[in-house]
């Protein structure tokens, strides 16, 4: 039995930064997946760091929209976060914080805008709206039909392929045990301690993590519990490399868009298109299996691309691709400790990239006892109703 | 635009002609896709039809092939598509086929009740120190400049590997007035001769098929050109282009290089199905799993040819007969017993010339002598990749995590030329390599969002 003080399932991009943060004040830490680090959601995701308010929040009623304008205070967090990233782990991820617009086409759109940035702005984030002149004079790309921008200056984007795997490194250095390719058969509460078996090994542990995206529910299956993350199969699309002409995180407040320009040149267009998840033999949701591309998404998807910046028609599509990730039953997501189950934690759902390693610090820090208060809008007690049933 | 067919047909080589005329004959509405503007497939590549060329492809060994072209090309009920990439194949909940094909004219759709794939292989990618240099080429390159372009690509050329073919291409590049500096087989005679006569005996009903590398020998004999065993070409020499080819017993000046050690079934379409694959020959790359009928796993979608797996131009002829009997069957339009009844002499065929096509594989071994590579030689070109980037991440990942954090394989191929490559590096025999994704062809954005 190999002996931590905490384990972590799920080996993406928030399972991995708890560990580096929770091993750099020296607590013994063992990280698990059941296949490499940073290939589901982590790495398939396109890199966005959005820290306007999302339009998948606008879109479903003013309730949530005020409810989820609450994020601001985290998303505060992040912006800091990304700027340090960097430096902190010595590694250049390609972070760039050039700046972001979400732009409107229609005077409806316009309002929405107004809306949101007032919101945030009471949140204290530092977000403007702009005319569509000036949104072309920062942005030169931008159709003559983009009426209107929100404009943070914060936003941009960082290469997903590369963070997840940069940071699970410097874990490792600072003693972090990873064990890739190993899949959790099962979990068990003995007294204080979380014992986890696999095939070669046990691992037991007073604390535990599951950051597992789409695949959360399964494992906290294992425990007894309730977690109501459901997948969800997204679209996204990486043109050829052509000469750096987009600098920023552009997204749409009334369409699904988000694009960004990557280091290396490939514009990458996505903002949230369904694809279709394959179903297992038993007709459950296939997670081990890429979803199909649906033509309409992929189709509509790259329309707005093209409306929002038309130079983008003449560049080819080199590779669509889909991935899988987690959804929360309100949308918000999921991270704290499952109050039916003490010392259990659970990290998902929704914005995971851009807020993941503000989540994974504020859970480090919770874990060993200092409390943060931010994580209050996402706790999981909100859902406790779910395992008033369950556990053991 | 749609087009409704009973049958498409993805390539218009032998096994796709074959296919197309059976089910033609059949009077079933068919289809047939190709990149090319003209039939022909790689083996008869054609010149464009402006060019005027005496005596093209007149070699008797190409005699049935050609025969089969020109009937092919004759039959106008046979609705051609040329210069048309199929970039993304679905199967409809209703069972029948789209397939969204691409040309410089933009995309349209054809929609059909059974698609068979017939989209031939293409030359395995080897990486080797210089490999990337101006003047390197693969050797089947080489030959579709030859047959297509009439170009001798190079004024002094080396053809270097470990597949036979390379005999018969030397031999075509001196007939048509270009220089061979060297023809250079990594492998030991012996070993070629100890196969060949293992296995020959296996073979023997198809020893015929080794005639034109034994007349491709005389040739460059007459001419003077070098043919040297046990001679694996391990570096490409130059700076800005190719200078000289590099083997144990010394360099080799030349301007141009044929690189040529064997051959990978094109996959891309079949793997975006998710239809069952196998693991091809000793040249690696992925063959599609078949019925008795050429059937894929996915109900409806045949497959033919060297998509299948390697094994030449009339394997490839009768597995398309086969193929086309199948579909034909299976819609009806012949009975199956008729279509089992005319198809057995083509199968007793197709299992004779695979028996052959297995004897070359062993010869044509390129496992043992894959050059050594460097830690800066590109294994993934498209993105440049080196093998120092590939090296650290080994380390047990699967091909598509390597991908992930190294880049190799996210360009415009598809990863279809390093794939081979990165899969030998991890010597993972359960991997199944790079998820399949659309577009099987780099296509226009503004294409696709109308």
């Keep these: ?392 | 635009m749609t087009n409704h067919s009973d049958v498409a047909i993805i390539g218009g080589g032998p096994a796709g002609q074959a296919a197309a005329l059976t089910l033609d004959d059949l009077k079933l509405k068919t289809v047939v896709i190709d990149e090319q503007p003209r039939a022909g497939g790689q083996i008869l590549r054609q010149p464009p039809r402006s060019f005027q060329i005496p005596a093209w492809m007149e070699d008797r060994t190409y005699a049935p092939l050609v025969k089969l072209l020109r009937r092919f090309e004759a039959q106008t009920s046979i609705n051609w598509i040329g210069s048309h990439s199929v970039i993304g194949l679905r199967r409809r909940p209703d069972g029948l086929f789209t397939l969204t094909l691409c040309s410089p004219d933009g995309l349209r759709l054809v929609t059909a009740a059974r698609v068979l794939i017939a989209a031939g292989c293409q030359d395995l990618a080897v990486p080797l120190p210089g490999w990337t240099l101006p003047g390197v080429y693969s050797a089947g390159g080489m030959q579709a400049l030859l047959k297509a372009q009439r170009i001798v690509p190079g004024g002094h050329i080396v053809l270097a590997g470990t597949h036979p073919l390379q005999l018969l291409i030397a031999a075509q590049i001196v007939e048509a007035g270009g220089s061979v500096a060297a023809v250079l087989f990594s492998q030991p005679r012996g070993t070629m001769l100890k196969a060949g006569i293992r296995n020959g005996l296996r073979a023997l009903d198809q020893l015929s098929a080794a005639f034109p590398a034994i007349r491709a020998l005389a040739t460059l004999r007459s001419h003077g050109v070098k043919v040297l065993y046990d001679a694996p070409i391990q570096a490409i020499c130059g700076t800005d282009r190719v200078a000289a080819a590099q083997h144990p017993g010394g360099e080799i000046a030349c301007d141009a290089v044929g690189l040529c050690y064997g051959f990978v079934s094109q996959s891309s379409l079949p793997r975006m199905m998710s239809a069952k694959m196998r693991k091809a020959g000793p040249a690696g790359g992925w063959a599609t799993l078949c019925d008795e009928w050429m059937q894929s796993s996915i109900p409806g979608l045949y497959v033919a040819g060297e998509t299948t797996g390697i094994a030449g131009a009339n394997a490839a002829m009768a597995s398309g007969k086969i193929a086309g009997f199948g579909i034909a069957a299976e819609l009806g339009a012949i009975s199956q017993d008729e279509a089992a009844r005319r198809v057995s002499r083509h199968r007793a065929n197709h299992r004779s010339l695979l028996r052959f096509a297995r004897l070359l594989d062993e010869i044509a071994d390129p496992r043992p002598f894959f050059p050594a590579l460097r830690d800066d030689t590109l294994v993934c070109r498209c993105e440049e990749v080196a093998l120092a980037q590939i090296d650290p991440v080994l380390d047990g990942r699967s091909a598509n995590a390597v991908k992930l954090v190294t880049r190799c394989g996210m360009g415009l191929c598809q990863g279809r030329n390093c794939e081979p490559t990165l899969l030998r590096l991890l010597d993972n025999p359960n991997d199944p390599g790079f998820t399949a994704r659309f577009p099987a062809r780099p296509v226009a954005i503004g294409d696709l969002a109308t």
Excluded at chain 1, 116 to 144: C, F
Excluded at chain 1, 203 to 208: V, Y
Excluded at chain 1, 318 to 341: F, H, K
């Design chain 1, 1 to 392: 039995m190999r002996k931590s003080d905490v384990l972590i399932v799920g080996g993406g991009l928030i399972g991995c930064a708890t560990a580096w943060y929770l091993a750099r004040e020296g607590a013994k830490v063992t990280l698990l997946d059941s296949g490499d680090f940073g290939m589901g959601a982590s790495g398939q995701n396109a890199g966005s760091l959005h820290f306007q308010l999302e339009r998948r929040f606008l879109e479903n009623g003013d309730a949530l929209a005020e409810q989820a304008a609450r994020i601001a205070a985290l998303s505060r967090l992040a912006i800091s976060d990304w700027s340090s990233l960097e430096a902190d782990l010595a590694t250049d991820l390609h972070i760039t914080m050039n700046g972001g617009l979400m732009v409107a086409e229609t005077a409806e759109e316009c309002a929405l805008l107004e809306r949101k940035i007032t919101r945030e702005n009471a949140e204290g984030l530092q977000t403007r709206m702009i005319d569509g002149d000036e949104a072309r004079q920062i942005a030169p790309y931008l159709s003559e039909a983009i009426c209107a921008a929100g404009y943070s200056p914060d936003e941009g984007h960082a290469d997903a392929r590369l963070v997840t795997h940069a940071i699970a490194i410097a874990a490792a250095k600072d003693g972090t045990v990873l064990r890739p390719r190993c899949r959790v058969q099962s979990i068990e509460k003995a007294g204080r301690k979380y014992v986890i078996s696999t095939a070669e090994e046990q691992f037991a542990a007073s604390q535990i993590l599951i950051a597992c995206g789409a695949w959360t529910a399964h494992v906290a299956a294992m425990l007894n519990l309730h977690i109501p993350l459901f997948p969800v199969g997204l679209l996204m699309n990486a043109t050829e490399r052509v000469a750096q002409a987009v600098p920023h995180l552009v997204q749409h407040v009334g369409r699904r868009l988000s694009m960004k320009q990557t280091h290396s040149g490939n514009l990458l267009i996505g903002g949230g298109w369904p694809s279709r998840m394959a179903l297992d033999a038993e007709g459950r949701f296939a997670l081990y299996r890429p979803p199909a591309v649906i033509e309409s998404s992929l189709r509509d998807n790259l329309r707005v691309a093209i409306d929002v910046a038309p130079m983008i028609a003449t560049i080819s599509l080199i590779r669509s691709w889909t991935g899988i990730t987690a959804i929360s039953a309100d949308q918000l997501p999921i991270v704290g400790e499952i109050p039916a189950m003490p010392g259990c934690w659970v990290a998902g759902g929704g914005s995971a990239f851009t807020l993941g390693p503000t989540f994974a610090r504020l859970i480090a820090q919770s874990m060993s006892g200092k409390k943060r208060e931010e994580l209050e809008i996402v706790a999981p007690s909100r859902f406790s109703h779910l395992n008033s049933f369950m556990g053991q």
